[in-house]
C-alpha cells in the first residue's frame, strides 16, 4: 500500500508504480493532499478503509513516499492497521530524511494539538535518495530552498548536541550544502541520521536521553504552535522555529552559566549562514511563548524542561534540564521578541553537573 503525497507523486509516482511492477507484487496507492491538514484521524480513517475495502491483510507493507506528514500519517496506519504492518519510509525532504523517517515516531494532530495521537512503530526500512531534493528544486525552487533550509536547522542541532565535528561541516560547508552538492550533503545526512539512530536505539521511548533530540524545540514548538502553521506562506516551518529555539535555548544556556559566549556566537553565526530565522516574530507575546512552552510534552510535574547543552556536540544532562530560573527564560524570551540573536544576560549559579555517556564536544 503506497501512501503519497500529491506533489512528489507527480513527479516520481508513475516511475515508482510502474519499476514496482516488475517485481510482480501487488500495489495498491493513494494519493494525499500536501500539507499538515493531511495528518488527520478522518484522513487515516480514509486510507484505513481504502485499505479494508481492497482486502489487504497483515501481509500488507505500507509504503510512505513523502516528506514529514506523510511518513507520519503512513506509520500510524501501519501501528494500528491489523493491530501492526510493516512500512517503509522513502522520504522526499531534507527535514523528514533526518528527522521524521527515523525512529519510529508516527502521530497524526488534532484540535488539541499536533502530534498528540500516535504511536511508536519502527519503519523497517528507511530509504533516502538526494534526488528527490533536486526534483523539488525545478519545479518549485523558492518552497524547495525554504524546506531545504529546514532541514539542514536539524542537521546542525544533531551536530550541537551530539558530534562536534558534524556541526564543523555545516558551518564550513555552507556554500556547497547549499548548492546542494551531492557528496557533502550524502554525508551530513547519513551522519545526522547514524546520530538518530544511536540515541534512538539507546531509548527508543524517550525515556530519557532521546528528549536531547529536542534541543531547540522547546521554545521553537511554542513560536510554532503560535504561528499557526496551517498556511506554509504565512507562517514558520518547523525547522524555521527550531532554528528561533536552538538561539535562544543557547542563550538560556549561557544564562546558566554552563555555555560559553562563544559557542553561542558560533550557533547563532552557523544558522545565519543558512539564511534562517533568529527572532522570534516581533507580532508575538511573551506571556502567550511562556504558556506554550509550559505546556510542552517534555514537561513532567508541572516543571518546564529544557535540553541545555555545555558546549558544541554535548549535552549537560543526558535528557531535558530542569528549568529552575522561569525568570531568566521570560526576561531571555523579552529579549528575543525585540532584540539581537545574541542577548545580554547576566550568568547565573548553573547548579549540578551530568554527562552525556559519550566522550567529546568542542571546547566552546
Ligand atoms: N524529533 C525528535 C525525535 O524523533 O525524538
Known amino acids: 500500500m503506497l501512501v503519497a503525497d500529491e506533489n512528489v507523486f507527480a513527479l516520481f509516482g ?31 480513517e480514509q486510507v484505513e478503509d481504502f485499505m479494508l ?20 500519517l503512513t506509520g500510524y496506519i ?18 523528514a530524511m533526518v528527522d521524521a523517517s527515523v525512529g519510529g515516531k508516527t502521530a497524526v494532530n488534532t484540535g488539541y494539538g499536533k502530534n498528540l495521537i500516535g504511536a511508536f512503530h519502527q ?14 528544486s525545478k519545479r518549485d525552487p523558492v518552497r524547495a530552498e525554504r524546506e531545504f533550509k529546514a532541514g539542514i536547522a536539524e542537521i546542525i542541532k544533531t551536530g550541537a548536541i551530539w558530534d562536534c565535528s558534524l556541526f564543523e561541516v555545516c558551518e564550513q560547508k555552507v556554500e556547497a550544502i547549499q548548492r546542494r ?17 544511536e540515541v534512538v536505539t539507546l531509548d527508543p521511548k524517550e525515556g530519557g536521553l532521546r528528549a536531547i533530540l529536542n534541543w531547540g524545540h522547546t521554545i521553537g514548538h511554542a513560536v510554532e504552535g503560535l504561528m499557526g502553521m496551517t498556511d506554509y506562506a504565512d507562517g514558520l516551518l518547523h525547522g524555521e522555529c527550531v532554528a528561533i529555539g536552538m538561539v535562544l535555548e543557547c542563550n538560556l544556556a549561557r544564562a546558566m552559566g554552563v555555555l560559553h559566549s562563544s559557542a553561542v556566537g558560533r550557533v547563532v553565526r552557523c544558522i545565519e549562514a543558512y539564511k534562517l530565522p533568529t527572532k522570534i516574530p516581533h507580532h508575538l507575546r511573551i506571556d502567550d511563548i511562556m504558556r506554550k512552552m509550559m505546556g510542552d510534552k517534555k514537561n513532567t510535574g508541572g516543571k518546564l524542561k529544557c535540553v541545555i547543552i555545555d558546549r558544541i556536540g554535548h549535552c549537560w544532562e543526558p535528557k531535558a534540564s530542569m528549568v529552575s ?7 531571555l524570551v523579552h529579549f528575543a521578541c525585540r532584540h539581537a540573536p545574541i542577548l545580554p544576560v547576566r550568568a547565573a549559579h548553573a547548579g549540578g553537573r551530568a554527562c552525556c555517556p559519550r566522550a567529546g564536544g568542542c571546547p566552546t
Do not use: Y
Not at 78 to 94: D, E, I, K, N, S
Not at 123 to 136: A, H, N, S
Not at 325 to 331: D, K, N, P, T, V
Open 53 to 72: 475495502k481492497n482486502k489487504m491483510n497483515r501481509d500488507t507493507c505500507c509504503i510512505a513516499l513523502g516528506g514529514g506528514v506523510i511518513g507520519d
Open 123 to 136: 519503519p523497517t526500512v528507511v530509504f533516502m535518495d538526494m534526488g528527490f531534493l533536486d526534483g523539488f
Open 14 to 44: 508513475e516511475t515508482f508504480l510502474s519499476k514496482f511492477k516488475a517485481t510482480g507484487k501487488t500495489l495498491f496507492h493513494m494519493v494525499l493532499p500536501s500539507g499538515e491538514t493531511t495528518k488527520d484521524r478522518k484522513v487515516k
Open 181 to 197: 552538492e551531492h557528496a557533502v550533503l550524502n554525508e551530513i545526512v547519513r551522519r545526522s541520521v547514524a546520530i538518530k539512530a
Open 325 to 331: 530560573s522561569l525568570r531568566a527564560l521570560c526576561r
Open 78 to 95: 501501519a501501528a494500528t492497521f491489523m493491530r501492526g504492518v510493516p512500512f517503509v519510509q522513502l522520504p522526499t525532504t531534507l527535514l
